[in-house]
């Protein structure tokens, strides 16, 4: 099995239910509610591999011979409740931009000054009317999306058990990632934050995510009790390493779509700044502070910066970590009991996450 062509086989599929799912709620509706599904379909397709809800489907098959097109529309369920998440992250993080456009609360608030008169006022909030709008209407547009997620596990062929236990997962997962986004929230403010804090931060924020998508996938195809455990920490593991190297992607010149550096800009304490501060000497650490959270530093004083996470071995450390994740992943695939399609699909899978450019 080709590991990049069945991800992109499958990537297709679920761009096709989207756009079919969006089509449909565009066409029932007029004026802005029109306009806003738009919007969504456009940030819901925009770039990204579609890893997530592809999970779900290779779990499907990975466990049962069942018509494979049945665990489609829980997989676009999947795609939408992680988009609905990001929608969210962005206000609170406030990003500008997500996969090369403008995040939906940003692009609403241009939205309003295109058409109506900005107002600055003393609110409780905020002080422009655009910016309350945006925000609001981003919020909702989440909302939306998690809604529709939900229907799309109630409309499936499968079972009604199976259905309510594969939402008890998203709901499960909904309220883990809002723990964890809770704790990297306060994370900006803390100084003594420690690597297990920070691998707890992206376990909930990110692996139980990946966890989700594996266990929805097998819940409805049929797992046992112990594939379904041995699958879980599987997923777990890789989320952890996938988001290990997210963070070293941030501080690689030309691998992400934003500027370099903007974690270290926002004043996150990721594994990186935790273990540089841990191993470096009094000027390192100056070096390390006066870019971090400021968010007017100079390109410079970012890169040097980021040349002090090199040479105190932050980079080489949060690198092995993840492999290391990636090696306990594996042990537990190989007690899973996959069809030969699935465990080569997942065994492609920390391959990939294995050679990812960082």
Excluded at 21 to 30: D, P, R, T, V, Y
Excluded at 128 to 145: N, P, W
Excluded at 158 to 176: N, P
Aim: hydrophobic share 40%.
């Amino acid at each position: 099995m080709d590991f990049d062509k069945t991800l992109q086989k499958y990537k297709e599929i679920i761009d096709s239910g989207l756009k079919t799912l969006f089509e449909e709620k565009i066409n029932e509706s007029k004026d802005f509610i029109q306009s806003s599904y738009f919007a969504l379909r456009e940030f819901v397709l925009k770039g990204g591999k579609k890893l997530r809800p592809v999970l779900t489907i290779m779990a499907f098959k990975a466990l049962c011979d069942q018509d494979e097109e049945k665990i489609y529309l829980p997989a676009v369920g999947l795609e939408l409740f992680h988009n609905s998440s990001l929608i969210h992250d962005d206000i609170m993080d406030e990003d500008g931009e997500r996969r090369g456009m403008l995040s939906m609360h940003k692009n609403f608030e241009y939205k309003f000054l295109k058409e109506y008169e900005e107002k600055i006022y003393d609110g409780g909030i905020f002080r422009k009317t655009s910016e309350r709008f945006g925000v609001s209407i981003a919020i909702l547009h989440g909302d939306i999306l998690y809604a529709l997620s939900v229907s799309c596990f109630t409309n499936s062929q499968f079972e009604t058990d199976e259905i309510r236990r594969a939402l008890d997962v998203i709901g499960q997962t909904y309220r883990v990632i809002s723990e964890g986004q809770m704790l990297d929230i306060l994370s900006e403010q803390k100084r003594d934050f420690a690597e297990t804090d920070y691998l707890e931060v992206i376990e909930k924020k990110t692996a139980h995510l990946f966890m989700a998508a594996v266990q929805v996938g097998a819940i409805f195809g049929r797992t046992t009790a112990r594939q379904f455990e041995n699958f879980s920490k599987f997923a777990i593991n890789i989320g952890l390493a996938f988001q290990l190297q997210d963070d070293l992607i941030d501080i690689s010149p030309g691998l992400k779509g934003h500027a370099l550096g903007s974690d270290i800009k926002r004043g996150k304490y990721t594994l990186l700044m935790i273990k540089a501060f841990k191993n470096a000497n009094p000027k390192q650490k100056h070096v390390l502070l006066s870019a971090l959270g400021n968010d007017n530093s100079a390109q410079e004083t970012i890169q040097a910066a980021i040349d002090v996470l090199h040479d105190t071995g932050a980079v080489e450390y949060v690198k092995e970590k993840a492999h290391e994740k990636l090696r306990e992943g594996q042990s537990y695939l190989d007690n899973i009991g996959l069809s030969d399609e699935g465990r080569e699909f997942f065994a492609g899978l920390v391959k990939f996450l294995a050679q990812r450019k960082i």
